[in-house]
């Protein structure tokens, strides 16, 4: 009895070791997958756009289209483009990103059939000049994301010009709200634990005061941050953070505060406004429809509206025809219809139900999409993601400063002034591609 | 190796004494044929090694000692990086967290085991429900201790400043039950009568005063005073404080990222690092990382080696005549109220409950009975399976588990089919340079993953195996393959001496003798499976880091659907998590006593 369970176990034990050597020589001999399987990599997508995307390519009857979602998609997809094992389309949210990969001539450029579906600011952003030879796009935008915006409860703005302000009339709107004994609820939501959203404050005041400085330093023109205009618009956002009363349950509230938690925040009347980019359309079209929170544009210094934008560009690595194919169909109008389902959806896309010849009636949608094909718009691609581009991406360490520096600057005791001049030398640094120095500023 | 005649003698190197070897009829060829035998029984596991641990971890070296130029420059480099105030702060919090962590661990495990003793209920529910959170993937006992802690879940206690007390909590739940196992088994096998049968009413035939107290303190220090407890203590702080490196998962799951500046520790600033390939001051914090691990590891083991037992106090004359003749100081009356049996009854059921209420906070709020849609608010609700639908409606989940199935079996299947052939080779045949494979195998083991992941990514980009499912096969069985080769060497060199030249004797080839060996060791091999298996299944960093095209796998699902947690959306990352745990809980619950004792013993009875 003893041998026969021994036996079963050097058999059970063969099989398995058969089943191993099997799938490396499948590997080996088909590569990472089968034919009729397409890849698409894409970047850190939460969960409820993987699936709307699955949904997507669900509809594409070429091939089975996989979507998998990569953490730190920057370190995979550049060891699988160098191993020459990649996926057929990998979508990810930095141009800065394509353009190195393009660089190192791993990456197909995009068909004219799909770049002349957005306006040129968005292919220029990917365009890549190889050696003599024509400069060629290497990314189709499939998303887009406007981030020049503030969401409001309509009541909360009852009477008030706010289309209008500039950013002084909001600092004053803010204040007196803020002062205001009666008012219920505080005038301002910041979703300072995402992060993110605070250096999209900086950049939209500095693309509304100094829209120059802001492109040569998303370029790499310029490292140096030590500019009048820089300074002040920190000054700016110092004021407004710290006014008494202007966040939500105060700074402590903020810093765990996400993006995804303003709607409910402005639902409840809990804030007036909050500052949220169109994705934010998602959450907010579950709220009931009465006195559902709508949107307006950053105020500009002299009426200009600043335009923020961020968005996903696809790629398809060399030598990848499935590929190709797939995102020409993704840029369709057939797949922007269907990715449309998503709310928080945005294409940037002259196919866009929401363009000036699309089919659908939402004003909200329509109102966001509209600026990204208006030619007479400048269009300024999120400085967070642009930084540092020739290092590999610098975004999260901005996050990381604009964090600190809102801790700082509303906590009551720090040395604004301090808190500035390290913002500034730290932002330096990145830009040049060193290590942001220590500085402590004391109470 | 051998002489002529029936019978030879050879000398077993690696033991250092005089070994009787059957090799049948002489045959010049034959002691050729054994070295070649061993060679290549050690050959694939040993390549792996080298090629996937070894070089990355002398490119890792190189490049944190050499300049840009291409010239040494020793230790400037490592100067440079630690003169960092923000950079000493991570090293400095990863070096507490492997001292504080193994210290709570070691001590409440060992609490445990004991107070377990005084009450009779270490065979209970509590000893399961502690087992079972030590098999939980540590992302999904992130998610569990996440949607405890989270603002807009349950407590809402994770703020700035609470991020090290909330990653601490969850650590000591999920590493705690190992600890109580181990001592569990090994107060089992001491022969000290106030091992196993302690109730806590000590031996009141013995002279020493703490052999013979029946107060709490005595009580629990009592099993200590036998070398194999502490030596186990010392060889599970150690365990536990290789393990902390995995603070990184619960990192990853738990901490917001404006709060993870507060929670940095090595792993993580390795892993957001913007270089692709190996850079400079990367390299030199692998390097002061590694150096540590090293010497502390080195020093653990020293210590565990010099561990003797503690002699019994006799008491002096003026003690002797102040004990009663009647003998009842600590016998009749006990030192107070709080008597070990008592505290045990306490404490155990206390612990039990404790221990339960993240799994049932993780079941609720999968069950959509624990929900929130605003922040600050919570209720309670029916339960339905609403979430657990949408998680497998998703499609992913479904895909998730099939992948994992596939990546921890074939897994497994070739640690187990490398490291056994080596083992037997290492134990019994002794090839050249055996002692100082123990030594470099015992190396491997505590190297932590993500020190190596750049340059082990680079020598797959070489081979063309990034991306692919035998690419993150590979990393898989090279990083399990050193702990198997040493379980079983241990429980093949535990072998008795005459089975293996009766063996030889019998057997028609090398290949007939290492089969049977390998039968008599079943029970190792058996924890060996398990434990890989489980380890596979848990894993989060290989997943992220080593992604395979065309197959999901379970940790990165998890770490994905945890950054939905809060604002409404917590029920799908909770059944996701929940999900996840099942099999390794199962597996490990069912064969906790073949683990351990596989662990221990090894070789079959």
């Known amino acids: 009895m003893g041998k026969l369970r021994d036996a079963r176990v050097l058999v059970a034990g063969a099989v398995v070791l058969a089943f191993v050597l099997g799938l490396l020589v499948r590997d080996a001999i088909q590569g990472p997958h089968p034919d009729d399987v397409v890849e698409v990599l894409v970047g850190d997508w939460s969960d409820g756009e993987v699936s709307y995307l699955r949904d997507v390519v669900a509809h594409y009857t070429d091939a089975h289209v996989e979507v998998r979602a990569q953490e730190d998609i920057e370190t995979v997809l550049a060891d699988r483009l160098e191993a020459g094992n990649p996926p057929d389309v990998a979508i990810v949210a930095r141009p800065g990103l394509v353009r190195r990969y393009a660089s190192q001539g791993w990456l197909e450029p995009v068909d004219q059939q799909v770049t002349s579906r957005v306006r040129e600011a968005w292919n220029q952003l990917v365009t890549v000049r190889s050696g003599d030879g024509p400069s060629r796009v290497y990314g189709a935008w499939v998303k887009a994301a406007h981030k020049s915006l503030f969401w409001y409860r309509p009541e909360a703005l009852h009477n008030e010009a706010y289309e209008s302000w500039t950013w002084t009339d909001l600092a004053d709107w803010v204040e007196g709200r803020a002062a205001d004994d009666a008012a219920i609820g505080a005038p301002l939501a910041v979703a300072a634990q995402s992060q993110w959203p605070l250096t999209d404050w900086f950049e939209n005041l500095l693309a509304a005061r100094d829209p120059d400085l ?18 002040s618009v920190l000054e700016s956002l110092a004021d407004l953070w710290a006014t008494p009363g202007a966040l939500t349950g105060g700074p402590e509230a903020a810093l765990e505060t996400r993006w995804n938690d303003l709607p409910n925040l402005l639902r409840d009347g809990r804030a007036a406004v909050a500052f949220g980019p169109s994705f934010m359309a998602g959450p907010v079209e579950d709220l009931p429809a009465a006195g559902r929170p709508t949107a307006f544009g950053f105020p500009g210094e002299e009426g200009d509206n600043p335009l923020v934008v961020g968005g996903d560009i696809a790629v398809v690595p060399e030598g990848s025809d499935e590929g190709e194919r797939l995102v020409e169909w993704l840029t369709d109008a057939e797949a922007i219809q269907l990715w449309s389902q998503d709310p928080g959806y945005l294409s940037p896309s002259r196919l866009s139900p929401y363009g000036p010849d699309g089919a659908s009636e939402d004003d909200l949608r329509r109102y966001l999409t509209q600026p990204f094909l208006d030619r007479e718009r400048p269009l300024h691609f999120d400085l967070s993601d642009e930084l540092g581009a020739a290092q590999g991406g610098v975004g999260r360490e901005m996050w990381d400063i604009f964090s600190q520096f809102f801790e700082e600057v509303t906590d009551g005791g720090s040395d604004r002034g301090c808190a500035i001049e390290r913002v500034v030398d730290r932002l330096g640094a990145l830009s040049r591609g060193e290590t942001p120095p220590d500085v402590e500023c004391g109470g | ?157 994770l703020g700035p400043g609470r991020v090290t007390g909330a990653l601490g909590l969850a650590f000591v739940w999920a590493w705690v039950g190992l600890a109580y196992a181990v001592f569990d088994g090994v107060l089992d096998e001491s022969d000290l009568p106030l091992g ?186 029916a339960p339905d399976l609403d979430a657990v639908r949408s998680a497998f409606a998703w499609g992913i989940l479904t895909d998730s588990l099939i992948g994992t199935t596939v990546v921890a079996t074939v897994a497994t299947a070739g640690v187990v089919a490398l490291a056994l052939p080596a083992a037997y080779a290492l134990s019994w045949l002794a090839p050249p340079g055996t002692q100082v494979g123990g030594i470099v195998l015992a190396a491997a083991a505590v190297v932590p993953v993500h020190v190596l992941a750049d340059p082990l990514s680079d020598a797959l980009v070489g081979v063309g195996l990034v991306g692919s499912l035998a690419g993150l096969l590979v990393v898989h069985v090279v990083l399990g393959l050193p702990f198997a080769v040493l379980v079983l060497r241990n429980a093949l060199s535990d072998l008795p001496e005459e089975d293996i030249r009766r063996s030889r004797l019998e057997a028609k080839s090398t290949g007939d003798t290492f089969r049977k060996a390998a039968l008599k060791i079943l029970p190792a091999l058996s924890a060996v499976v398990v434990l890989e298996f489980v380890q596979v299944w848990n894993d989060l960093f290989v997943g992220l880091r080593f992604p395979a095209s065309g197959s999901s796998v379970l940790g990165p699902l998890v770490h994905m659907v945890a950054r939905n947690i809060g604002a409404g959306t917590s029920g799908m990352a909770a059944a996701t998590a929940f999900v996840a745990a099942v099999v390794p809980v199962t597996i490990v619950v069912l064969a906790r006593d073949e683990i351990v004792h596989g662990l221990v013993r090894g070789v079959r009875e």
Do not use: N
């Open chain 2, 1 to 157: 190796m051998t002489s002529g005649g029936t019978t030879g003698e050879a000398t077993d190197r690696s033991r250092g004494r005089v070994l009787e070897l059957d090799v049948g009829p002489a045959r010049s060829t034959r002691a050729v044929a054994i070295g070649a035998v061993s060679g290549l029984l050690v050959l694939p596991a040993s390549g792996l090694l080298v090629w996937l641990i070894a070089l990355p971890v002398l490119r890792m070296v190189r490049a944190a000692t050499t300049g840009a130029g291409g010239g040494v420059i020793w230790l400037d480099r490592i100067a440079t990086v630690l003169s960092s105030d923000a950079t000493r702060a991570v090293v400095w919090r990863t070096f507490l967290w492997a001292v504080v962590a193994p210290l709570v661990v070691v001590a409440a495990g060992y609490g445990l085991a004991v107070a377990a003793r005084w009450c009779g209920a270490r065979r209970g529910w509590v000893r399961a429900v502690l087992l079972a959170s030590s098999a939980v993937p540590l992302a999904v006992t992130g998610v569990t201790f996440r949607l405890l802690v989270d603002p807009d879940v349950v407590l809402g206690w």
């Open chain 1, 214 to 231: 802001y492109d040569r330093l998303a370029s790499g023109e310029t490292t140096s941050w030590d500019h009048p205009a820089v300074h």
């Open chain 2, 196 to 381: 196993p049968t302690d109730t806590g009413q000590g031996d009141q035939d013995s002279k020493d005063p703490v052999d013979r107290g029946t107060g709490l303190g005595k009580a629990l220090v009592r099993p200590m005073r036998d070398e194999r407890a502490r030596r186990t203590a010392v060889v599970v702080f150690t365990l536990v404080a290789v393990a902390t490196v995995r603070v990184f998962d619960l990192i990853l799951v738990m901490v917001p990222r404006p709060q993870r500046a507060d929670a940095e520790i090595l792993p993580l600033t390795m892993w957001e690092a913007t270089d692709t390939a190996v850079a400079g001051s990367e390299a030199a914090l692998a390097v002061v990382w590694l150096a540590g691990l090293l010497a502390g590891v080195t020093g653990m083991a020293a210590w565990a080696r010099r561990v003797r037992p503690i002699r019994q106090r006799v008491p002096d004359e003026r003690s002797a005549t102040s004990v009663p003749e009647d003998g009842s100081v600590g016998s009749a009356v006990p030192d107070s109220w709080v008597t070990p049996k008592r505290a045990g009854r306490i404490v155990m059921p206390v612990v039990g409950a404790l221990w339960v209420v993240p799994v049932i906070v993780l079941g609720a709020v999968a069950l959509g009975m624990v929900s929130s849609a605003v922040s600050g608010r919570w209720w309670l609700s």
